[in-house]
C-alpha cells in the first residue's frame, strides 16, 4: 500500500507541477480522449471506479479551467456528458509524455518483468471477484 500511495503521490505532484492538473483530472482527460471525446459522467464515474459526487467535483474544477465541458446527452437529452475542450486536449497531449516517463522511471524501470506478470494475475483476480461489487464497472 505504501509503494502504491508514494507512486500516486509522486505521479500527481508531477503532473501538479508541470501542468496544473492532478492525477485523477489527467486519468479522467484519457477516459474522455479514448472514447471520442465524451462520456457519460455515471460512464465515466463507473469507468474509473470513482462515486458519482466525486466525479461531479472534479469536473466542475475541470470545467472551471476550460479542460471539459458539460453537456445533454445526444441520445436522449436527459443525461449529463463530460467533453473535452481543445484546451484540454492540448493539455493531455502535453501531459501524456510526462506521465508516461514518470511511470517508466519510478516503476516500470524498477521492476522484474516476471514480477509484473505475477502482479497483473493477482490484480486480475482480485478485480474478477470485487467488480460484481460496482454494477455498472465493465472489464476492457
Known amino acids: 500500500m505504501m509503494g502504491m500511495t508514494l507512486l500516486n503521490d509522486r505521479l500527481d505532484a508531477d503532473l501538479r507541477a508541470r501542468f496544473d492538473i492532478s492525477l485523477p483530472e489527467y486519468e479522467i482527460l484519457v477516459r474522455l480522449s479514448e472514447n471520442s471525446g465524451a462520456m ?3 460512464q465515466l464515474a463507473d469507468s474509473l471506479a470513482h462515486s458519482r459526487s466525486r466525479i461531479t467535483h ?3 474544477r475541470m470545467q472551471r479551467a476550460e479542460l471539459v465541458e458539460r453537456r445533454n446527452a445526444d441520445e436522449d437529452g436527459r443525461g449529463v456528458v463530460a467533453a473535452l475542450t481543445d484546451r484540454g486536449f492540448e493539455r493531455l497531449r502535453e501531459a501524456a509524455p510526462v506521465h508516461v516517463n514518470g511511470v517508466r522511471d519510478y516503476l516500470i524501470d524498477l ?3 516476471t ?4 502482479l497483473g494475475r493477482a490484480m486480475n ?3 474478477d471477484h470485487l ?3 460496482r454494477p455498472g464497472i465493465e472489464m476492457r
Do not use: C, K, L, Y
Not at 115 to 118: H, I, K, L, R, T
Open 115 to 118: 514480477d509484473f506478470a505475477a
Open 131 to 133: 467488480v460484481g461489487d
Open 58 to 60: 472534479t469536473i466542475t
Open 40 to 42: 457519460r459522467m455515471a
Open 111 to 113: 521492476v522484474d518483468p
Open 125 to 127: 483476480t482480485v478485480s
